[in-house]
């Protein structure tokens, strides 16, 4: 019986020792044991919260759940086998296609017999003295080991607004992040949903089909592109197949991951007749493609304002009546610089006869009763059930609630009080041998993630080697590289309109108490990865290896 499997069937506290312990067994966690165990010969440990592996698409089972990135590039490519083995049935995955393929990869690598499931991380410490991080689960589990790498996702912390009278209400809330494995009935019932960021965008025309009534509470209005979701067409598959070289390459150059960029045309110097086609092309073809039909939208503010005014003029024409249409018509930030989702009849849902949009910014919720909403001007709204598609503690939320704590004692809360610093999003000073997957100060949320993450994993994963190659018992980010590359990461937004949107998850600002700081690294993938080169070319310069 292996060391694992012994654990696996346990009642008594008993510590395990292993060479690396992995925290997550999402995108990041599955690729990162197989990269360790089969390209490095490591003792490599998973530790998992949920019953299975999926990470965030696990949990993320609400009605209309998809993925905003194409399905033949939200996947890994770091396999041939598993690229020609699995067929992608839509343009976007859906979240159960995506948990299905998930599954599918870990079980065709094997990769389930080195996951612990239903095992919460509660605290993670470095033992100075071993020269080892002790991780321990809320079930008991105790695992020693020289490396830890934390692959928790990014929007994996649901925010729950805690609204007075929450505990009260007698009928079913959800969080969309949390969402019931068992699937929910709307029917015959009114339904509150709360937020319009991507998700609520994509939940509300689903649950308005089923529900009798869906009121959907708003605080701020979105600008959404159509997706143009379809089922891919075999012709589609089979040319695929044939050019996987030519997508690889494509996303490898890419900024933000996808296989597209933004052409070397300014929307500011386009004639008003040329740019008008242009974007009414880009917006029948949909998606995120949308956005890179310019190469200044996010760098000129009047470039901006002319994208952001097509949007509106399309809401104008999208939804039926004038007043609703003009509460869902964003004005306070510029398009893109709140994550920008991407729907399938969300502007036409306000439409239907069962749909009411209510604006809770100028009339905030008061209170929650046993039987629905209350709002400051003591209007009543009755509900059943309550939907909270109010998002995540993004990108920082799940690193912290880990317990992490470094040399001398230093608790990564306390290092981190005014918010992430990292180098490279990878390391942090004063935490020796961890590493963080997609963490702040990573491209992370602004690509398509599978390529951030195979980035991350694998430089991860070369670093080790390059440790072990040595013979070295620790590698750490220097204080100053962290210092340097976390003033990089706000200089670089501040070159961006991305700083304009003062209310964004991007900045935490969603979180009461959360230091604004703009967390993703914005300068793109592809920079990012020949800075990550460059420093390992450079013997990891910027970290202390000992
Ligand atoms: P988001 O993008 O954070 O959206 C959350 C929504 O919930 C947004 O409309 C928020 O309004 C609203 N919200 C948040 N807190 C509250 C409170 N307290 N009261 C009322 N409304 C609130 O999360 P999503 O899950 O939609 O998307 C996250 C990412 O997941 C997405 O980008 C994809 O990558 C997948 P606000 O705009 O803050 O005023």
Known sequence: MSNLEKQKTKSSKETVNYDVVVIGAGFSGLYQLYFLREKLGLNVLVLEAAEGVGGTWYWNRYPGARCDSESHTYCYYFSDEILNEWTWSERYPSQPEILEYLNYCAERLDLKRDICFNQRVSSAHWVESLGKWRVQ?????????????????????????????????????????????????????????????????????????????????????????????????????????????????????????????????????????????????????????????????????????????????????????????????????????????????????????????????????????????????????????????????????????????????????????????????????????????????????????????????EWVGDCIKYIEDRGANTIEADKASCERWTKHVTAVAAETLLLNANHSWYLGANIPGKPRVFMPYSAGLNKYRAKCDNVAANAYNGFLIN
């Not at 015959?188 to 529900?211: E, F, Y």
């Not at 009534?213 to 695929?240: C, G, I, Y």
């Not at 918010?419 to 990573?442: A, D, E, Q, Y």
Request: charged share 25%.
């Open 137 to 457: 689960t809320k079930t008991g589990l105790e695992v020693l080991s020289k490396y830890m790498i934390t692959a928790v996702g990014c929007l994996s912390t649901a925010n729950l607004p805690q609204i007075n009278g929450l505990g009260t209400f007698s009928g079913k809330i959800y969080h969309t992040g949390q969402w019931p494995q068992k699937s929910v009935n709307f029917e015959k019932k009114s339904v509150i949903l709360v937020g319009t960021g991507s998700t609520g965008i994509q939940a509300a025309p689903v649950i308005a089909k089923a529900a009798k009534k869906l009121t959907v509470l708003q605080r701020t209005a979105n600008f959404s592109v159509p997706a143009r979701n379809a089922p891919l067409s075999d012709d589609f598959k089979k040319r695929f197949r044939n050019e996987i070289e030519f997508w690889r390459k494509e996303m490898l150059k890419s900024r933000h991951g996808h296989p597209w960029t933004a052409p070397p045309r300014k929307l500011v110097e386009t004639d008003e007749d040329e740019r008008a086609s242009i974007l009414n092309m880009a917006w029948r073809v949909g998606g995120l493609r949308f956005r890179e039909s310019f190469e200044d939208i996010l760098l000129d503010a009047h470039s901006n304002e002319i994208m952001s005014e097509f949007i509106r003029k399309k809401i104008s024409e999208l939804v039926r009546d004038p007043e609703t249409a003009e509460l869902l018509t964003p004005r306070d930030h510029p398009f893109g610089t709140k994550r920008p989702p991407i729907d399938t009849n969300y502007f036409e849902t306000y439409n239907r006869e069962n749909v009411e949009l209510v604006d809770i910014r100028s009339n905030p919720i008061r209170k929650i009763l046993s039987n629905g909403v209350e709002l400051d001007d003591n209007r009543f709204i009755g509900a059943n059930v309550i939907v909270f598609a109010t998002g995540f503690d993004a990108m920082s939320g799940s690193i912290l609630k880990l317990g992490i704590q470094g040399r001398e004692k230093t608790k990564l809360a306390d290092v981190w009080k005014e918010g992430p610093k990292t180098f490279l999003g990878l390391g942090v000073h004063g935490f020796p041998n961890m590493f963080v997957i997609t963490g702040p100060g990573s491209p992370s949320v602004l690509t398509n993630m599978p390529r951030a993450i195979e980035q991350n994993v």
